[in-house]
């Protein structure tokens, strides 16, 4: 059979599981009697399970049997969930990912496991065979159909018209890879056989194939049960069928039985009645297919302009009013297709519980990770980028934040530390924090290293803010630790982290207060390609400016611009800030000496200022960020161009390089 149609669908089932997986071993650990969560865990193992040997990929398939033997043996009170169980489960999970993605870039999966598989071999054969509960429920042969007032009238009425009502319930083949399209096929050579009135799951799950390999279906025909077998067994990739007649005397002895007062789990899909299921209300899209949409809007946005300044020329009141309306119409377009590139911030914090804990352990800290905001969203491009400073400043806050449980206790804290990451939106922004309660950062030793590596001068760092000299952290090749460890970057230092973070035309900022703890800010615009602007005259080029680093716009006169050792400043609120002539950093040839007045265009990185001196302001522009291509990258201070409505193209200013 050839798989390679089915790649897709299965990498992206397979990364589901695994994060599915990964979530519920982190809720098991602290409710490790809790044994739904372990059949969650097992579903997600069985379908990896049957995916990969489908696919041909034996070594993830051997994994997930092995782990699956193992959840198995747990969910039948056989062993018990013990930290062992849980760690060598979390690194079966981890040497899966690592397959999964292999497999992504083109590469066949293998890896040895076998070390993996015989640590779980292990605690399958181990000694501890206490039980969970004292009593493990029995599974029942009979799956509990809820019946509404319809549907029990649909079922008393059909024994008086002839009809019988069967239960049936289907169970695919374990290597049946298209669960969803079997069961629809199913339900499609049973259509002209009778009604189905209900299904366990839900129609909207089995279309999605969120199930094992079974599903069952309640169906009023006149057909006889072995007709009905027949009828299923004709389609391909069905392992057994099973047929049974159903009464409503059934249904209601199956009901009592539920109502006794033992712990009962509450079904969150009943909130609508079954016989009216909810049908699924979202698709797979390609990202390639999103972008390119974008790419082809962004052209409806620069036409737009066009038609925008041709509409101010001509006067016409028919043509101006039939542009306003397209306007208002192509700006709700452009919010929809935002929306489509925006995905939750849960995708890239995901990943943290697991790597919390085991660096705790690593370090031998007690440390509690709270994740709030996990469903903030941010442009996919950023997403795609973000997660690795992410990753780097939490380590840096386990290792260099957080102290160890004897330090804690000197200090009167508890033992277990705190990290909290947060995300939320502000204005046009979203901002990411990551605070630790643990020693906040020294500000002497911060010093110090700075004036040895010669950033700066001991006269100089007398006149600096705690919040200045902790900004000395992210210069290359900076590190306060004692020893060098693999923990937090081999002293490498958090550099990179902030050029990743500014490259995406953001900032972080640092607050800290010694013995309380510390706190990462990292400031992140919503959306990469089209972006808010204000558009500058210098001669005769226009420039653009992004209006998320705009402070405030400003006309001077000379008498209001200083110099100080050389450098042009002004005076603005109370503070020094440095002037930047637009005219002679691109070198744009002078034409008009005569100006009267200075336009200056004041924006920030972070805290620190500066000001922009241009020929004029000319206004407000949303425009479509274009990237310069390979041949003109890394250009000082132009992150890329855009098309105006006049068909000129303008440069798009990056102000963090110009802000120093």
């Known amino acids: 059979m050839d798989t390679n149609q089915y790649i897709e669908v299965f990498l992206d089932e397979s990364r589901e599981h695994l994060q599915s997986v990964n979530d519920n071993l982190l809720k098991l650990e602290k409710q490790p009697e809790e044994l739904t969560i372990v059949s969650e865990i097992f579903r997600s193992a069985h379908t990896l399970k049957g995916m990969a040997a489908t696919m041909g990929f034996e ?109 049936i319930t289907v169970q695919l083949n374990d290597d049946c890879i298209l669960k969803a399209a079997r069961a629809y096929m199913v339900f499609e050579k049973l259509e002209n056989k009778g009604e189905i009135v209900q299904t366990i799951p839900s129609v909207e799950e089995i279309e999605e194939g969120n199930f094992e390999q079974d599903f069952s279906l309640l169906m009023v025909t006149k057909e006889t049960n072995t007709d009905i077998e027949k009828v299923i067994h004709s389609v391909s990739e069905i392992n057994q069928v099973e047929v049974s007649e159903f009464t409503l005397e059934k249904a209601n002895n199956n009901e009592k039985q539920e109502s006794k007062p033992e712990s009962v789990t509450p079904d969150t899909n009943t909130e609508a009645p079954q016989g009216k299921q909810k049908q699924s209300k979202t698709i797979r899209v390609n990202l390639e297919r999103i972008d390119n949409l974008m790419n082809l809007f962004e052209e409806v946005v620069i036409d737009r302009s066009r038609l925008e300044d041709l509409a101010q020329k001509l006067k016409e009141p028919e043509l101006t009013e039939t542009i306003e309306n397209m306007t208002r119409v192509t700006e709700d377009m452009q919010g929809l297709m935002l929306s489509m590139r925006m995905v ?76 909290s990451l947060r995300a939320f939106h502000s204005g046009n922004h979203v901002f990411i924090e990551i605070e630790d309660d643990g020693a906040g950062i020294n500000r002497d030793k911060v010093e110090a290293k700075a004036i040895e590596n010669g950033l700066l001068s001991a006269e100089h760092s007398e006149v600096l803010s705690d919040e200045e000299i902790y900004q000395l952290i992210f210069s290359s090749g900076f590190s306060t630790a004692d020893q060098i460890s693999d923990i937090s970057g081999r002293g490498v230092g958090l550099d990179v982290v902030r050029s990743k973070i500014e490259s995406l035309g953001g900032n972080i900022i640092v607050e800290s207060e010694p013995g309380k703890g510390s706190k990462f800010s990292i400031q992140l615009p919503l959306t990469l390609s089209i972006l808010s602007t204000l558009l500058v005259n210098v001669q005769d080029e226009i420039y653009a400016v992004p209006l998320s680093a705009i402070v405030e716009t400003m006309l001077l006169d000379e008498t209001q611009i200083m110099s100080v050792q050389g450098q042009k400043v002004i005076d603005f609120r109370g503070k020094v800030v440095p002037i930047v002539s637009l005219r002679e950093i691109f070198d744009v040839p002078r034409q008009d000496e005569s100006k009267e007045e200075n336009a200056v265009v004041i924006i920030h990185k972070g805290d620190k200022m500066a000001g922009l001196l241009v020929d004029s302001f000319i206004g407000q522009k949303e425009v479509v960020l274009k990237s310069l ?21 303008s440069l798009i200013i990056d102000p963090n390089a110009l802000v120093k």
Do not use: C, W
Request: charged fraction near 30%.
């Open 629 to 649: 291509g390979n041949y003109l990258r890394d250009v000082f201070a132009i992150s890329g161009a855009t098309i105006l409505g006049d068909g000129q193209v």
């Open 344 to 419: 939750p911030v849960e995708q890239v914090f995901n990943r943290f519980p697991r790597m919390v804990r085991g660096l705790a352990k690593e370090l031998e800290k007690e440390i509690n990770l709270e994740i709030t905001g996990a469903d903030t969203e941010l442009d996919r491009t950023v997403i795609d980028e973000i997660g690795d400073p992410l990753v780097h400043l939490i380590r840096n806050s386990l290792d260099h934040g957080v102290e160890s449980p004897a330090k804690r206790r000197e200090s009167g804290k508890p033992e277990e530390g705190n990290v």
């Open 59 to 167: 070594d993830v398939a051997s994994l997930t049997h092995q782990m699956e033997n193992v959840l198995d043996k747990i969910r039948n009170g056989e062993l018990v969930v013990t930290t062992e169980v849980i760690d060598v489960t979390f690194s079966a999970i981890e040497a899966l990912e690592e397959m999964v993605e292999s497999i992504s870039n083109g590469n066949d999966g293998k890896k040895d496991v076998t070390e993996l598989v015989s640590k779980l071999e292990k605690i399958e054969n181990g000694s501890s065979t206490h039980e969970l509960h004292e009593s493990t429920p029995s599974k029942t042969s009979d799956t509990l159909f809820e019946m509404d007032e319809y549907q029990s009238t649909i079922i008393s009425q059909a024994a008086e018209q002839g009809y019988q009502v069967v239960q």
